[in-house]
């Protein structure tokens, strides 16, 4: 299964009071990976909701927290695909601290979103094809 990373750093303004970045944050950064994702395949979120005329609402996302990270940390997001059915998409997540100097990466949380494809009066539709067959053939081993 192929990966998509998107390195970010931590800005102050998603820290918290004890200098953690604040766990709703880390739902910000799933949905960088996502369009991420989207992007590396050459696709865009914009274009499939403007030309396509879909959306992806989330309808359940998890994490699971293993690490803080602090201001100023490098982390890497990285996204998959995990499920491609009918109108229902899910993707996982791992949030790293990228190590420094050759040491190994951090886990600092997981996590996965599942969304139903929508045209703009929340009624399911299929996900076009072309965006269904990247999907695809980033989840084939």
Not at 18 to 45: C, H, K
Not at 78 to 88: D, I, Y
Not at 128 to 141: Q, S
Request: glycine content about 4%.
């Amino acid at each position: 299964m192929s990966v998509n990373t998107h390195q970010v750093r931590v800005r102050y303004a998603e820290t918290d009071q004890m200098g953690i970045v604040y766990y709703a944050n880390y739902l910000v950064w799933f949905e960088l990976g996502r369009v991420e994702l989207l992007r590396s395949l050459g696709l865009a979120y914009s274009q499939l909701e403007r030309e396509h005329e879909c959306i992806l609402p989330v309808v359940e996302a998890t994490c699971r927290y293993k690490s803080p990270a602090r201001y100023d940390d490098e982390i890497l997001i990285q996204t998959r695909p995990s499920l491609l059915r009918g109108s229902v998409i899910k993707f996982a997540y791992q949030i790293l601290r990228k190590g420094v100097d050759g040491e190994q990466h951090t886990l600092l949380a997981e996590g996965e979103t599942v969304h139903v494809v929508c045209d703009d009066q929340l009624r399911k539709k299929p996900l076009p094809e072309h965006y269904a067959e990247a999907l695809r053939a980033m989840m084939e081993p």
